[in-house]
């Protein structure tokens, strides 16, 4: 139920729903959709063409799949090697059905904890389908040569992760999403290799070019030569990643932005709720107005490191001089079952609430111990090493000090979005031909993702969802025959070419990043861990009066003409501004708390987040409603059948 | 803290190129290089000037997107650091700091301190897989490895593909490179069918891109932000033997 008062921002549409997923048990759901769909006959996919943006585990894993299948595939990315995309990052593990440990895990089980974990607004088939697919991942990589961590008998080692009591987690080492991502990269090299893939390396995506209704091509700047280039193609994926980077600080790479999705959504994709985004609690705190990025540690550091602050407020000592008696393990005593591997949501929240009250320690009072003196007593500083070593390694490298000695300090930071162009069960946005996979998408983890789910997802959509769902709708074509000289390929591309020099020509007073800049703390301060409606119309204000600056003092130096790294950022900002808003219109209409979407008005008498099923049991669709129009809102309703609604616990 | 900077400044692959002089005031020792190149280039473009171009991705040490030549040393003075993890308190108030993109033949300079590294791309190309196609593969219990030949494995395969090891080799040599992968790949059960094809092809590629020989100077492991051991080329060569031996 929408109040009075943001009605002003945005108007109601007619519903939407997913058409695509049979009407069987859900458990027989995706066996039925394979069997339904249209396939194409391997001589006819030669003459088919897809095109995919970004080369993460996503689109890395996709190109490499519908490449060797035989579809001609042009593969593109902004950075100078599909191997370095932001899926590298990813240090934890992936999750998988295995049952390895015989510990009681199952399908049903990971899909259940990945539905109660996204805090019921997830849809039930999606996930499903992912919890089934995860085994199949673990089995490509392993192909691949992924080296993964083994047990002394030569079998693959498992961990346990935030939010679950099961051991299903996959890894190697702290650097699961590196070795996934070689191993999708090196499966994409081969067919590159073998001609089968197109690889455009520092190719930026500017606009989706749309034939008849259909999405058939991309409209990029080449990164080195500023050329605007027109790519047509029989279908569209986009793989391009969360928008982390909206809240300027995030532990996002400095490259990753929205504006592929963003310019898809202006072209008529909606945008699937795009307030939730999950604030990680392990990240290493902010040192300096300088600072470029945050830096993430895996919170599988929680499974071994107990997490404290000081029972009094302003207590400064070394923390090794504090008696284990005015220490408050806040999550062991506020969570007993689940204690320090409560989910993200719920950690990066209490750990908010700690230093608001003023027990905060570091500089600036933001930030939280995490101490494994514990752990090195148990285990000894050999097993921690082995286990957390290059963690502990980066950690003494960021901020000088040494956690086998000294406790780690950190602090919650903008990690993922949930958010992301709504699909339907084949990937397929409300776009036809434009297909959306991976973090870029909003379907698997309602409003809070798990540990080591992304990388599941990310590999999930690639190698195994897309390449059967697109080829169902790659069976229809041809289509309308289309070039770079179509008339609606002309026109994206002017417009793109518009956009780049309308950016040039401001040449204003301002930087790029110092618009980043503010814009990113407007974010955090009313759009980030808590949200109120007061401070999310003041950030609406706020951003629009930001943008109306950015748009007529902003110095962007240099031409097109050449490798320009701030108009690069130019065009990203510009994006951020118009997602910012959306975002902040999100989280004002949805007027309860749900996983990482926490509002101050709806919490239980303890602080923890109340949702209401009964109005808000759904998947905010946003329709773009033009410049200077209010976006419109469709609502997808979430039905639980398979698993049932309950207040989410981990006490 | 304040800094000298002497930046190497190319418009693009067409242009000579040259050191240009620069100071950096206020430097917090808790900045990072790249950070510290960040405060600079927004000096420079509130004076209208044209920023620095250099690669960073990650900011975390594991894309592989940056590299400089800081005073000669790839990736800076600190052992076993990327350049985005090197930080100012390395260095010292009223320090003069040479910055130079990576030097070699393969490696053109596109802008500034950016270089082209698809090189490294088409080597992969070549042979740095394992051919598995999607969905073909067996229970990944199927096949036991030992958890030795997998740490030994990981180790190997930890490499960012940065090419630090190119930028400090006096041969411009890729064999630390490519020898990760030969090692990641050949240690592996799953990765025995390929393993002599892979180490030719990779070796021939390596060649036709023009990076020279290994001499065993040592400088390439000395210079590699994950630590990869130059026995790693030992490796290399003798699975390059095997299987010329093996042709034969």
Known sequence: ?651 | MNITLRVWRQRNSDDAGGMQTYQVTDVSPDMSFLEMLDVLNENLTIAGEDPIAFDSDCREGICGMCGLVINGLAHGPKERVTTCQLHMRSFSDGDVIDVEPWRAEPFTVIKDLIVDRGAFDRIIQAGGFITAPTGTAPDAHAVPVPKADADAAFDAATCIGCGACVAACPNGSASLFVAAKVTHLGLLPQGQPERHSRALDMVAQADLEGFGGCTQIGECTAACPKGIQIDLISRLNRDVLGALTHRA
């Not at chain 1, 996002?252 to 939730?276: E, L, S």
């Not at chain 1, 284990?324 to 506020?334: I, P, S, T, V």
């Not at chain 1, 490298?397 to 162009?421: C, K, N, S």
């Not at chain 1, 973090?439 to 992304?454: I, K, T, Y």
């Open chain 1, 1 to 651: 139920m929408s109040s009075v008062s943001d009605t002003q921002y945005f108007t109601v549409g007619e519903p939407i729903a997913d058409t695509k997923a049979p009407d069987v048990p859900i458990n027989l759901m995706w066996d039925e959709r394979r069997f339904e769909a249209k396939l194409v006959n391997p001589t006819n996919r030669r003459k088919r063409s897809v095109i995919i943006v970004g080369t993460g585990l996503a689109g890395g894993s996709a190109a490499a799949t519908l490449g060797e299948a035989g579809y001609h595939v042009k593969n593109f990315c902004y950075q100078d090697s599909p191997r370095r995309a932001h899926s590298i990052a990813a240090q934890g593990g992936i999750n998988a059905a295995k049952n390895y440990r015989n510990d009681g895990d199952s399908v049903h089980r990971l899909f259940y904890d990945t539905v109660k974990g996204g805090d019921y607004r997830s849809r039930e088939s999606n996930v499903y389908r992912l919890s089934q697919v995860s085994v199949e991942i673990i089995d490509q990589c392993v192909a691949q040569g992924v080296p993964f961590a083994r047990e002394y008998g030569g079998l693959l080692d498992n961990r346990s992760f935030g939010g679950v009591q099961v051991s299903r987690t996959f890894y190697a080492r702290g650097q699961t999403g590196q070795q996934l991502l070689l191993g999708a990269y090196q499966a994409l090299e081969r067919q590159i290799g073998a001609g089968n893939v197109e690889m455009y390396t520092r190719h930026e995506m500017l606009d989706v070019v749309l034939v008849e209704g259909r999405a058939r091509g991309i409209v990029v700047r080449d990164m080195v030569s500023g050329e605007i280039e027109t790519h047509m193609a029989d279908v569209v994926v986009l793989g391009t990643g969360g928008y982390g980077n909206v809240f300027f600080l995030s532990t996002n790479a400095m490259g990753c932005n929205v504006t592929a999705t963003w310019r898809a959504h202006r072209k008529g994709a909606y945008f699937g709720n795009p307030c939730y985004t999950q604030i990680h609690p392990t990240c290493i705190p902010v040192s300096g107005d300088y600072q470029s990025k945050l830096t993430l540690m895996s919170e599988s550091l929680r499974n071994d490191g107990r997490i404290w602050v000081p029972v009094q407020a302003g207590d400064d000592r070394d923390p090794r001089q504090i008696p284990e008696a005015e220490r408050d393990y806040y999550l062991e005593r506020r969570y007993p079952a689940f204690g320090n591997l409560v989910p993200r949501d719920v950690a990066s929240r209490a750990a908010k609430q700690a230093c608001d009250e003023g027990r905060g320690v570091g500089p600036g009072g933001r930030g939280v111990f995490l101490d494994f003196a514990d752990a090195i007593a148990r285990l000894g500083r050999k097993a921690v090493e082995a286990k957390y070593g290059n963690l502990f390694e980066m950690y003494a490298q960021i901020t000088g000090e040494d956690p086998y000695v000294t406790p780690m300090r950190i602090y919650p930071a903008v990690h993922y979005t949930m958010g992301g162009l709504w699909v339907d069960y084949d990937l397929e946005s409300t776009i036809p031909g434009l297909f959306v996979i991976g973090e870029a998408n909003f379907s698997d983890h309602g409003a809070n993702r798990l540990g080591a789910s992304a990388l599941m997802q990310g590999l999930s959509d690639g190698y195994f969802v897309l390449p059967s769902t697109i080829a169902n709708y790659l069976a229809d074509a041809p289509f309308e025959a289309a070039d770079s000289t179509h008339p609606a390929a002309v026109e994206a591309t002017d417009a793109v070419r518009e956009r780049v020099q309308r950016l040039l020509s401001i040449n204003g007073t301002r930087t790029v990043d110092s618009f980043h800049k503010e814009l990113g703390h407007i974010m955090w301060e009313y759009c980030g861990m808590e949200r109120s409606a007061e401070g999310l119309t003041k950030a609406i204000g706020l951003i629009r009066a930001l943008r109306e600056e950015f748009w007529t003092n902003v110095r962007v130096t240099g031409a097109n003409e050449e490798l320009n790294q701030t108009l690069e950022r130019a065009g990203r900002v510009a994006d951020f501004f118009e997602l910012g808003e959306l975002m902040c219109i999100d989280a004002l209409h949805r007027e309860e708390s749900c996983g990482g979407h926490f509002r101050a008005e709806h919490q239980t008498p303890d602080g923890e987040a109340l949702r209401d099923d009964d109005n808000f049991a759904y998947v905010a669709a946003w329709e773009f409603g033009g410049d200077g129009g209010g976006p419109v809102l469709h609502k997808e309703d979430l039905v639980y059948e398979a698993i049932e609604m309950k207040q989410r616990s981990y006490k």
